[in-house]
């Protein structure tokens, strides 16, 4: 049974950082592509980071240079560190996992995701 569990997510002003973790269980966690997906209220869901399964990683247009994808093999954890967080950023944060290793897929087509955590709601004021 493939677990993932969330964590991190707060509120900040802009301009300020927080590092969300995704603690997983349950499977060979080495080869499976990862990543972090966003809902917004009222939005759709979408890709923000993927690290895929041979480290290789991918992110949105709007997170590029500011967020960065990682992940620990020895302690079974996701992280996603965010920098000069935006107003814009404001959205439920979800970890998934996927048997898929193509990255650039799975960043743009969520559904291709086959495991998701709860999320952890990320909140930003200017």
């Known amino acids: 049974q493939v677990q993932l569990v969330e964590s991190g997510g707060g509120s900040v002003q802009a301009g300020g950082s927080l590092r969300l973790s995704c603690a997983a269980s349950g499977y060979t966690y080495s080869r499976f592509s990862m990543g972090w997906f966003r809902q917004a209220p009222g939005q759709e869901r979408e890709g923000v980071a993927v690290i895929d399964c041979d480290g290789s990683t991918i992110y949105a247009d709007s997170v590029k240079g500011r967020f960065t994808i990682s992940k620990d093999n020895a302690k079974y954890i996701l992280y996603l560190q965010m920098n000069s967080l935006k107003p814009e950023d404001t959205a439920m944060y979800y970890c998934?996992?996927?048997?898929?290793?193509?990255?650039?897929?799975?960043?743009?087509?969520?559904?291709?995701?086959?495991?998701w955590g709860k999320g952890t709601l990320v909140t930003i004021s200017s």
């Open positions: 998934a996992a996927a048997w898929s290793c193509s990255g650039a897929y799975l960043l743009r087509n969520n559904n291709g995701m086959n495991y």
